[in-house]
């Protein structure tokens, strides 16, 4: 119950395309659901985060689609590009009692030139 | 812009032996995070320290691991005896408090041989 599903596992996109990018979860307790970057060698990097109280939030090219009823999210990534090949983890967290923040299997994104 | 700084990035270790890793937060961060990130997978939660207290440490093998963050700013992860089994990336967060943003470090590349 306390998992976070990921999918894809891989994604290839052309330049300008737009990879999606999908988790689900069970823990209904759940409210913070933040996406993290990752490039080789590197921490993880928050890019953007979405409470259950909107259903969709934007920073630049990246959009958060949230379904509270589906227990469902997703990351849309607009005209995406070259630099924008990494990996990609979704993550979930409570409030309150269990505030460990979980997080899914990756997706690791390529897009071509 | 303030980031987490941890040491060394890359440990090379025979089996058996003792390894130490250094995690330096952000100024003023109260919770500081460890995280163990296997190949290919998410970040897993290994301890969680609110100011010099441990606040979760249930996923931490503690009859090898240990982990200490004395005067509440610092903090050192320590495993002995190492196992080939835990070759991963040791990654370091903090946050202002533990419902906040997470910011993760560059990490440390351990392998165990």
């Known amino acids: 119950q306390q998992q976070v599903k990921q999918s894809p596992q891989s994604l290839i996109v052309q330049k300008g395309g737009i990879p999606i990018i999908n988790c689900a979860y069970e823990n209904t307790a759940f409210d913070y659901f933040p996406w993290y970057q990752q490039f080789p060698g590197k921490g993880p990097a928050l890019l953007i985060a979405?409470?259950?109280?909107?259903s969709e939030k934007k920073e630049g090219r990246f959009t958060i689609s949230f379904n509270k009823s589906a227990k469902q999210f997703s990351l849309h990534i607009m005209d995406s590009q070259p630099g924008d090949s990494a990996t990609y983890f979704c993550?979930?967290?409570?409030?309150?009692?269990?505030?460990?923040?979980?997080f899914g299997t990756g997706t690791r994104l390529l897009v071509s030139p | 812009e303030a980031e987490v700084a941890q040491s060394p990035r890359y440990k090379i270790t025979e089996k058996s032996q003792a390894v130490a890793f250094w995690c330096d937060p952000i100024?003023?961060?109260?919770?500081l995070y460890w995280y163990r990130q296997i190949l290919g997978q998410g970040p897993e939660l290994l301890v969680q320290?609110?100011?010099?207290?441990?606040?979760?440490d249930s996923q931490l093998p503690k009859d090898r691991f240990s982990a200490e963050r004395l005067k509440g700013v610092d903090s050192t992860l320590k495993i002995q005896p190492a196992e080939l089994g835990d070759s991963a990336m040791y990654l370091c967060?903090?946050?202002?408090?533990?419902?906040?943003?997470?910011?993760f470090g560059p990490g440390t590349r351990l392998t165990v041989t």
């Open positions: 100024s003023g961060h109260a919770t």
């Open positions: 967060a903090s946050s202002l408090d533990r419902v906040e943003e997470q910011y």
């Open positions: 320290f609110q100011d010099e207290s441990v606040v979760d």
């Open positions: 979405i409470r259950p109280d909107v």
């Open positions: 993550a979930a967290r409570g409030n309150t009692g269990f505030q460990k923040l979980v």
